[in-house]
């Protein structure tokens, strides 16, 4: 079965909203995580069948209908932000936009009050105390500006002026933040080891490398966001500060990037002498979003060197069988879907036996009819039939489309922007 029809087949698994609904109850619906998601899938297949267009609306309103969450400085994954970015997204590829302009236009709004708050209010908290560190859901892309930016600069793209304060607020942070450094050898996303989120940071703090939450993502904003032609003041700057740093510390031995460098080693400048796995060959920590952000600096800056290094580093994942990758499981997030549409969307990835190849035949394994959505995600060690876009069924599809060649129409500013790939 080719990789457009494993698409079709996991999207016709999808097309009932309660039945995604039922499958992720402790998930918002209107997160890219459960309804959102799906309904971006099936907005993205909509010339394959008008059905899949009926399907997207559905979800729409389904998730409408539900309980709404508090709205909060959330991103774009969690919701009401997933909703937004869905809409956003999502309406360059309906046969039939019209009836979503006022819901878009509303999104574009909602988001970028959300975008200049955040951005305010950590303006404000530096004024207070200089020394206030950054947190992940100031810059990252799940979280943060990195992920809220991206899709304003996407409505921007597509005509939506309201989008402009929400994109310089965000750049103007992310642009701030990188060229305050924490220290001579700190970075400014630096973050200490009691102001990281998750546990077993060593006690120096971490400076992460990866797309969702290090560098990348600022970096992939503010590089797109160049080359589209927004720019703010130091926003070049910023840009080789980040692209320096991400190549600098790139492990010779592999290609790769460590998940993060600790603050001892930046004082010593100095990496761990044994690789540290972490995702390392998947989008969200490792050398797929890697490739894209240095491939979108590149451009940026009218350079081909950092170009040249990520295209060296995806495709050295293909001297290597699927199953040897760090990655979990099938799904975009850390998984073999992610590395598919990574490698696939390069601009330089067209010879035979890539790693867009592997990942694919990979992929080809994972699906069963057997299973609730065609395929289970691999989550913590944990089987689960997951609709999502990030850790779930939905996000497979879409990269299985694009791999497949699924039609849709001309569109600037693509689904995986919420993965900021495009």
């Not at 991103?75 to 309406?91: D, H, K, N, R, W």
């Not at 590829?93 to 709004?109: G, I, M, N, S, T």
């Not at 080809?364 to 779930?392: E, M, S």
Request: glycine content about 8%; some cysteine.
């Amino acid at each position: 079965m080719s990789t457009a029809q494993q698409a079709i087949t996991i999207a016709e698994r999808l097309l009932d909203p309660a039945k995604v609904l039922a499958a992720v109850p402790d998930r918002p619906a209107a997160s890219l995580q459960s309804l959102a998601g799906t309904a971006l899938l099936h907005a993205r297949l909509a010339q394959v069948d008008p059905a899949f267009e009926a399907a997207a609306r559905a979800h729409w309103d389904t998730a409408a209908a539900q309980p709404r969450p508090p709205a909060a400085h959330s991103g774009v994954f969690t919701a009401p932000g997933g909703m937004a970015a869905s809409l956003i997204l999502a309406q360059p590829y309906l046969l039939d936009p019209e009836p979503h302009h006022a819901d878009v236009r509303h999104a574009v709004k909602w988001l970028t009050a959300q975008t200049t708050s955040k951005a305010a209010d950590h303006r404000h908290r530096l004024r207070r105390d200089p020394a206030t560190p950054p947190t992940w859901k100031l810059y990252d892309a799940i979280t943060g500006l990195a992920g809220t930016g991206r899709i304003l600069l996407a409505a921007l793209t597509n005509g939506h002026c309201d989008a402009e304060p929400g994109l310089i607020a965000a750049l103007t942070t992310l642009t701030t933040m990188i060229n305050t450094p924490r220290s001579e050898t700190r970075p400014g996303w630096w973050l200490p080891a009691d102001g990281h989120p998750t546990s077993g940071i060593p006690p120096s703090g971490v400076a992460e490398t990866g797309m969702a939450h290090g560098i990348a993502g600022p970096l992939t904003l503010l590089a797109t966001s160049a080359t589209a032609g927004w720019m703010v003041d130091g926003q070049s700057t910023a840009i080789r500060v980040a692209t320096s740093w991400l190549l600098a510390w790139q492990t010779p031995e592999t290609t790769s990037w460590p998940p993060y460098i600790t603050g001892a080693e930046l004082d010593n400048q100095q990496p761990a002498t044994m690789p540290i796995r972490g995702r390392r060959d998947a989008w969200c920590y490792g050398t797929p979003g890697i490739s894209r952000a240095l491939t979108a600096a590149g451009r940026a800056l009218h350079d081909p060197r950092p170009a040249q290094t990520a295209f060296n580093a995806i495709s050295a994942q293909a001297e290597r069988t699927a199953d040897q990758w760090d990655t979990q499981g099938p799904a975009l997030c850390h998984g073999t879907a992610g590395v598919l549409q990574a490698a696939t969307s390069h601009p330089a990835t067209a010879e035979p036996a890539t790693t867009a190849d592997l990942a694919a035949a990979a992929l080809v394994t994972a699906i069963d009819p057997r299973h609730a959505f065609a395929v289970q995600n691999l989550h913590h060690h944990t089987v689960t039939d997951d609709p999502g876009l990030l850790t779930g069924a939905a996000g497979i599809a879409l990269a299985l489309a694009d791999h497949g060649g699924l039609p849709a129409p001309q569109n600037p500013a693509r689904w995986d922007a919420a993965l900021l790939m495009t």
